[in-house]
Structure formats: C-alpha cells, structure tokens
DNA sequence: TCACATTTGTCCGTATGTATC
DNA sequence: AGATACATACGGACAAATGTG
C-alpha cells in the first residue's frame, strides 16, 4: 500500500466503495499484497484513499465476501490478505442451489460425470506424489474408522486430491463446488459407521485400479461407489431444505 | 418484511450487518421476498432491524454481492430482489482463475468434460422445446454472420441451451462458470468471422446428430469444434492477466 | 488481576448526489 | 424548475474485542 494511492479520483457510475474494493483487489492479483499480509487500519484506509471509514468499510465487506481479506477485531486485528475465494464461491454455489431447487439426483450425476473425467486424467498425469497421497489418505481413513469414528472429511478429501492429480486447477474447482454442496447434504443425514467403511474399501481398489493402469476397471468401481454413496444421500431428500 | 422482525437480538459471535443479511436471505429462502419485490428503504430497515443504517448498508453489500438484490439510486429506487447469484458465482470464478493462474489448456480440457456429459445426456432427455430453442438459436446466428457481424453471444448460447436440455441445472451451472470466463478469453482475442461461421456449421451438424440419437457421431463433432475453437483461443494466451 | 493500547464494530447526525414526478 | 424519495458519503463518537505490560 504506497503513497501515491493517496490520489483518488471518484469514477463516474463507479461508487467510491467499489472503486476501492478493485484497487485492492489490483494490488493482490499484482502480487504487491500478498496472503499473509496485514492491511493498514480502517482510519489510515481512509485517509490514504481519501474517503470516510463507512466507505473503507464497505470495501472491506466485499472483499471479506469475496474470499480476498479475513477481518480480525481487537488488538493486532485487522484485515488481512487471505485466498479462499474458493471456499466463498462454495457458499455461493450452496445459495443457488437452494434458490433453483436443485436435488441431490442433480447433483449426483453431475459429481459422477465431474469424477469420470477426473479418474480418466488422473489415470494419466498422477505421479508419485499424488499416489502417495491417496495412499496415506485412505490409511488415515482406516486408522479412524476402526476407533469406531466417521471418517467423513477424509473421504471427501480423497475425492478432491483425486482431482488434484489431474493437474487440471478447473477440475479441482468444479470438483470441489460439488463436494461443498454434497458436504452439505452429508451433514444431514445420520452417520452410518457401515457405509463410510465401504467407502474406504471403494477408495482402496480405485487406487489399486489407477496404479494398474485399469481404466475400465477403475471407472466401473468409481461407478459402484458413488451409486452406493446416492442411495445413502437419498435417504434425507430434504437436506438443502432453509437454513440461511 | 412483516412486523415482527422488529426483534433484533444480536447474536454472539455474530456481527449485526451478518445477521441482518441472512436474516434477509433466509427470507428469500422461505418465498417471502421474490424477485421483483423491493425491500424498505434503508432507514426504514434500520428501525426495524434496530440498528443503524451503516449496519444495513453493510448488509447490503453482502446481499448485492451474492446476487440476492440490485440497489437503484433516486426517486423510486431501492433495494430490489433479484436472483443473479449465478452470474456472481462468475465473477468469483474468474478471480479465482486469475489468482490460481489457470491456463486457457485447462478450461478448454475442463469445458470439453463437462460438455461431453451434457451432450451425452441431452441426447437423451431433450424434449421438442429444447431442439426448437436450438435450432432457432442456428438460424439467429446464421442471419447475423450473413450481414458480416459476429454472432459470438448466441455462439455461447447454444451451448447454453445444450446444458439446459440436460434438465439437470448443476450440469447447467458448471457449465455456466466455465463459459463466463471463456468469454472474457474471447472478448480479448481479434474477432475473426470465418471461425464464427464454422462454429455454426458444427452447432447445425451437432443438432442433426442429436435428432437423430447418433451419440458417438454428435461427440465426435463436438470434439472437433471445440478443438477448433481452443486453437482460435490458445493464440491470446495471456487472456486472463490484470484487469480487476 | 488490572489498567492500557489498538483496531474493529456500531451508532448518530448531517450533507450531497441522483432519478422521478 | 422545484419538490420528493431515495442511496451515497462524511465526521465524530463510543462500545466491544483482543491483546500487552
């Protein structure tokens, strides 16, 4: 944040506290504020931008909304430079969900189409790494479930590294919207130590497929999995039902 | 917004201007508020909510932001419902891309997935309305290109309208975001008549196939096109630079 | 435990800008 | 042109949170 932001010309059509929110947000996609970095304070923002502190204000909602700053009160507070824009678009993608009334059949052959196409690039481009990583992921996953706990998060995660491997950011992306929103859904229905467990099993012969270089065989067990994790979701039809 | 919201109780943990803001959301929610209706003017929200118009406006820019309401200046105007959180979820959708450094290789890779499914099940479940809405959507664009112009928008059209005859509105949504921010590609790359009008051409062949339920014929040109419209694209490949 | 500093959160009052009648 | 009904923006104040000494 240098001086010569000092010089604020109001755009015409533009209200100032958009015109603010977008020089930040210039200054992040340039790489001058960095995740990590800490803003000046409300008052300084005003004065350097020549506005009043309902403006800076403003901005900082949107940019806070928009996955950009977190905001933290009280001593050695303030808005700081983070990414979880994704994150933010997840609660979006959930809100229209909730307004188009989207079913969990919807999503459910959106997420099977999503991961065939995941599976079949990741066959491809996975390395040793992203195979450790499932690997160690699915043990994780064991290690839990025989404590009698749900290993719900780390079956989502399997799915996401899953995407990772592709090297494809958009997959992750759109992998990672439909997860949110089935997340969701998941959170409803009632725990079921049994159908996490075969998730788990499920998980450890895709890998073993993929490894194998099995596309066939990893795509018809891809197929077995999500179908079994459907019937379950079905059970709470109403899941995305109010809650704001 | 009926009287009894004049109960405001400041929720722990919870800012004001985010409790007014979804308790607003969650009355779009329940069909309370639809698209079209108009919120009381800022003051008025004020005393009701029982907090100050700072708060509100606050509360407002998340609502505004989110694509729940549009606000208009002047005699007259106000905080109108509207349901535009789709086209949100594109804005977002494009920081993140310029914040992750997505290439044009990826989206393209991605786009080709997701479309993919959506032909393979339109094929399927298109009703006569839809063949209808696409076939006039070709003679639309063949009419524009005729006259020299270009038809880039109802290009994007028709593959909109392919996601739409898939019933499914999650495939319609992902495919959406997708088209969002290859059209920003688009916008920066030299118009070039001759590759509109091929994509005509292969939109009409794509239909002709669909009506005649040939699947792997109709994929086939769909790979083609989109090939052809990714080498187009690839020659600005720095699409996605700046520009906040 | 207790003051103290810093910074966000919230409030009030007022003035200006903008679109419509 | 003038009155009206809004959003937009400003300035000053205090409350609340969160850390330090």
Same mark, same amino acid.
């Given at each position: 944040?240098?001086?010569? !932001?000092?010089? *604020?010309?109001?755009?015409? #059509?533009?209200?100032? *506290? $958009? =015109?603010?929110?977008?020089?930040?947000?210039?200054?992040?996609?340039?790489?001058?504020?960095?995740?990590?970095?800490?803003?000046?304070? =409300?008052?300084?923002?005003?004065?350097? *931008?020549?506005?009043?502190?309902?403006?800076?204000?403003?901005?900082?909602?949107?940019? $806070?909304?928009?996955?950009?700053?977190?905001?933290?009160? #009280?001593?050695?507070?303030?808005?700081?430079?983070?990414?979880?824009?994704?994150?933010?678009?997840?609660?979006?993608?959930?809100?229209?969900?909730?307004? $188009?009334?989207?079913?969990?059949?919807?999503?459910?052959?959106?997420?099977?189409?999503? $991961?065939?196409?995941? +599976?079949?690039?990741?066959?491809?481009?996975?390395? =040793?790494?992203?195979?450790?990583?499932?690997? !160690?992921? /699915?043990?994780?996953?064991?290690?839990?479930?025989?404590?009698?706990?749900?290993?719900?998060?780390?079956? *989502? !995660?399997?799915?996401? +590294?899953?995407?990772?491997?592709?090297?494809?950011?958009?997959?992750? /992306?759109?992998?990672?919207?439909?997860?949110?929103? +089935?997340?969701?859904?998941?959170?409803?229905?009632?725990?079921?130590? !049994?159908?996490?467990?075969?998730?788990?099993?499920?998980?450890?012969?895709?890998?073993?497929?993929?490894?194998?270089?099995?596309?066939?065989?990893?795509?018809?067990? +891809?197929?077995?999995?999500?179908?079994?994790?459907?019937?379950?979701?079905?059970?709470?039809?109403?899941?995305?039902?109010?809650?704001?």
């Amino acid at each position: 944040m240098n001086q010569s !932001e000092n010089i *604020f010309i109001p755009m015409p #059509g533009k209200r100032a *506290f $958009e =015109e603010v929110s977008s020089r930040i947000k210039k200054l992040v996609f340039q790489g001058l504020l960095k995740p990590g970095d800490k803003l000046p304070p =409300e008052s300084d923002l005003a004065k350097k *931008f020549n506005v009043s502190r309902q403006t800076i204000r403003e901005a900082l909602r949107i940019l $806070e909304l928009s996955g950009f700053i977190e905001v933290q009160q #009280g001593y050695g507070g303030g808005s700081f430079i983070k990414d979880t824009t994704l994150s933010k678009m997840g609660h979006l993608f959930l809100d229209t969900i909730r307004l $188009e009334r989207i079913t969990i059949e919807e999503l459910t052959v959106a997420r099977l189409e999503n $991961e065939r196409a995941i +599976l079949n690039h990741a066959i491809d481009s996975a390395d =040793e790494t992203d195979i450790a990583a499932l690997r !160690e992921n /699915i043990e994780q996953a064991k290690k839990i479930i025989k404590n009698n706990l749900m290993a719900t998060d780390l079956n *989502f !995660e399997f799915h996401k +590294l899953l995407a990772k491997a592709t090297k494809n950011n958009v997959l992750v /992306i759109l992998m990672e919207l439909v997860l949110v929103a +089935l997340s969701q859904v998941v959170a409803r229905t009632t725990p079921d130590l !049994e159908t996490t467990a075969s998730a788990i099993r499920y998980h450890e012969k895709i890998l073993q497929a993929m490894t194998e270089k099995d596309r066939a065989g990893a795509l018809k067990l +891809l197929e077995a999995h999500l179908k079994e994790v459907q019937g379950q979701l079905s059970k709470s039809p109403e899941a995305f039902k109010i809650s704001a």
